[in-house]
C-alpha cells in the first residue's frame, strides 16, 4: 500500500523558504510524478508542481518562480522549497501521486499545515 | 489557465436523496482528464473519479461521473451519511493544473 507522509517546519518566518519533505513508502520514487497541492485555511485547492525521478518538473505560475522540487532516491523522498513566503502562504501543504496520465492524482499524503508568521 | 467553476456552492440533501453536482470549464479539457475529489474535515482529498467517468479503485457504484469538453457532473446516486463532504473537480489535462472552488453536501 502506498503511503506519503508530509514532514517540515509548521512555523515559518516571512521572506524566509518554507521547506518540506514527502517521504513515499509502498513506491518506487523512480515512477510515477510527485506533487504538491496546498489549501489555505478553509479555502480550496492550489496545485503547486510536479516532478518526476528525472528531474522533469512544472511549476504553477502563479507562484511566480518561487517553488522547486527536488528528489532524493537513496531516501525514497522528494521535496518543495518555497521562497520569499508570505501570510498568503499559509496552508495545508500535501504530497500527492499521479499515477498515470490518464489516471491522475491516485494517492495523498494526510498533509501539513505550515502557518507563516514573525 | 482553465477555470473551473462547480456549481451549486452547497447542496442540502437527505440519505436516501441523489445528489448532482456539476463542474464546468472555461475552455475544452483535453482528453477529458477531469477528476472528482471527496474531502472530509480534517482529511486529505481522495480520488472519486478519473477522466471523467471512470470509477477509481474501491469506490462504490452509486457515485458516477459523466460529460465532455466543458461540463461534467458527478451523480451519487443514494446518498449514504458517509457521502457528507466537499467535492471537488480538477482538470489534469493542461498545465497549470487546476480545482474548482468545491461543493459542500451536507445532511438537510
Known amino acids: 500500500q502506498v503511503q506519503l507522509q508530509e514532514s517540515g517546519p509548521g512555523l515559518v518566518k516571512p521572506s524566509e523558504t518554507l521547506s518540506l519533505t514527502c517521504n513515499v513508502s509502498?513506491?518506487?520514487?523512480?515512477?510515477?510524478?510527485w506533487n504538491w497541492i496546498r489549501q489555505p485555511p478553509g479555502k480550496g485547492l492550489e496545485w503547486i508542481g510536479y516532478i518526476y525521478y528525472s528531474g522533469v518538473s512544472n511549476y504553477n505560475p502563479s507562484l511566480k518562480g518561487r517553488a522547486a522540487m527536488s528528489v532524493d532516491k537513496s531516501k525514497n523522498q522528494f521535496s518543495l522549497n518555497l521562497s520569499s513566503v508570505t501570510a498568503a502562504d499559509t496552508a495545508v501543504y500535501y504530497c500527492?501521486?499521479?499515477?498515470?496520465?490518464?489516471?491522475?492524482?491516485?494517492?495523498w499524503g494526510q498533509g501539513t499545515l505550515v502557518t507563516v508568521t514573525s | 489557465e482553465i477555470v473551473l467553476t462547480q456549481s451549486p456552492d452547497t447542496l442540502s440533501l437527505s440519505p436516501g436523496e441523489r445528489a448532482t453536482l456539476s463542474c464546468r470549464a472555461s475552455q475544452r479539457i483535453n482528453g477529458n482528464y477531469l477528476a472528482w475529489f471527496q474531502q472530509k474535515p480534517g482529511q486529505a482529498p481522495s480520488l472519486l473519479i478519473y477522466g471523467a467517468s471512470s470509477r477509481a479503485t474501491g469506490i462504490p457504484d452509486r457515485f458516477s461521473g459523466s460529460g465532455s469538453g466543458t461540463d461534467f457532473t458527478l451523480t451519487i446516486s443514494r446518498l449514504e451519511p458517509e457521502d457528507f463532504a466537499v467535492f471537488y473537480c480538477q482538470q489534469y489535462g493542461t498545465s497549470p493544473f487546476t480545482f474548482g472552488p468545491g461543493t459542500k453536501v451536507d445532511i438537510k
Open positions: 509502498g513506491a518506487s520514487i523512480s515512477s510515477y510524478s
Open positions: 500527492a501521486r499521479v499515477r498515470s496520465t490518464w489516471y491522475g492524482i491516485d494517492c
